[in-house]
């Protein structure tokens, strides 16, 4: 070996005895993993039992950070939680399941005494074609997405109490970029929904939340969500659900201002209400599977931070005294696993180092009857 051989090698020697050095460093200065146990059975103690929240654990990787969103969720008075189970995470190919991640935030959520309502969408690469979102899914592949989701039932029967078919198939985003289609949609709730109660026959089935929007006819952006509803019944979806998801954002607006048409407001689910009703489905429940408020201190849509514990305690009131055919008011969104820098983390009750927010403080004294701290008197 010449010198300059002997030299390289050494060299060699010693880069790879100063990363391994510094691999070694990285390892001692890591917190030490944390053991996890689901632990026993939890009761939720609240006044109001259709107290919900929506808890975006779907990117939450640590198994201790899901768990302690659970528990908190349980300590505020909340009985429901609805999560996001994209279809993709959990079958990347086609037959191929991945239930692992879905095992551990129901087995903590049931742990806690929560009922679970699943969303379920997010096409895989697999089942959509090429150059398209992974909210793109045609015909050609409804029956996949019917599999999955009897799939999924299947093996969650009796822990997850519904499961949602898609998500505001209204909007064009939502329905991979293409133009809204009552008829369409209807045919893959359809198809869900029998491939479901073929295999769990208790489970609740309950179509898509729709965004609430009065957008013009033939708009390119979405589709007025009542117009929407009308048109699934008139495609037939009637049969085909067994409750509806709806989506109750207040914006400016306090919770008891009164539906109308031409407006956005917590209690446009009302209407939806009117419709499923006139068309034979009064003993079908509705849950409201996202909804609430934002106090960030420049959006247009926001209100102050005050305004938003008044409305939110309001809103759970009028949910539990006044709409007997509301199961479940679940509001957006507990926790983000990690800040969104957007206006979206001033819809959340916890931040993601799982600090109370003043909405989950008010909310937790709200339902176990206890004096509140930062309103001055009960609304």
């Not at 679940?330 to 993601?352: G, K, N």
């Amino acid at each position: 070996m010449t010198r300059h051989a002997f030299a390289h090698a050494g060299l060699a020697r010693a880069a790879a005895r100063a990363v391994a050095l510094l691999l070694a460093a990285w390892c001692l200065s890591l917190p030490p993993q944390r053991l996890v146990t689901v632990g026993p059975p939890q009761v939720v103690e609240t006044r109001n039992p259709k107290m919900g929240v929506h808890t975006r654990l779907t990117d939450e990787v640590e198994e201790w950070k899901i768990q302690r969103t659970l528990q908190m969720v349980r300590e505020m008075g909340a009985t429901w939680v609805v999560e996001y189970f994209p279809w993709a995470y959990h079958e990347p190919r086609q037959g191929h399941y991945d239930w692992r991640h879905a095992d551990m935030v129901v087995d903590h959520a049931h742990a806690q005494g929560l009922s679970i309502i699943a969303r379920i969408d997010y096409v895989p690469e697999w089942a959509r074609p090429p150059e398209t979102t992974f909210r793109h899914l045609d015909p050609d592949h409804y029956a996949d997405y019917a599999r999955f989701v009897a799939a999924f039932a299947a093996r969650f029967a009796g822990r997850v109490e519904a499961i949602i078919i898609w998500n505001e198939p209204n909007l064009s985003f939502e329905w991979g970029y293409r133009l809204p289609d009552p008829a369409a949609y209807t045919e893959l709730l359809r198809q869900s929904y029998l491939a479901i109660k073929a295999v769990a026959p208790e489970m609740q089935v309950l179509a898509a939340g729709l965004a609430p929007t009065m957008a013009p006819p033939g708009s390119e952006w979405g589709m007025d969500d009542l117009l929407y509803l009308e048109a699934m019944y008139e495609a037939g979806a009637g049969p085909f659900f067994d409750g509806l998801a709806m989506h109750a954002y207040g914006f400016t607006f306090p919770p008891d201002d009164p539906p109308a048409r031409d407006q956005v407001n917590w209690r446009r689910v009302e209407l939806l209400r009117e419709i499923m009703v006139a068309h034979g489905d009064a003993a079908k429940p509705g849950y409201i599977t996202e909804g609430g408020w934002n106090d960030h201190p420049r959006w247009a849509k926001a209100v102050r931070p005050y305004q938003r514990l008044v409305y939110t305690i309001k809103a759970y009131e009028l949910a539990l005294e006044q709409w007997d055919w509301c199961q479940a008011a679940a509001l957006w969104a507990f926790r983000y696993p990690r800040d969104q820098h957007t206006y979206q983390d001033y819809y959340t009750f916890v931040t993601p180092d799982f600090v109370p927010k003043p909405l989950y403080t008010e909310l937790a004294n709200y339902a176990h009857g206890r004096p509140y701290e930062y309103l001055e008197q009960a609304p």
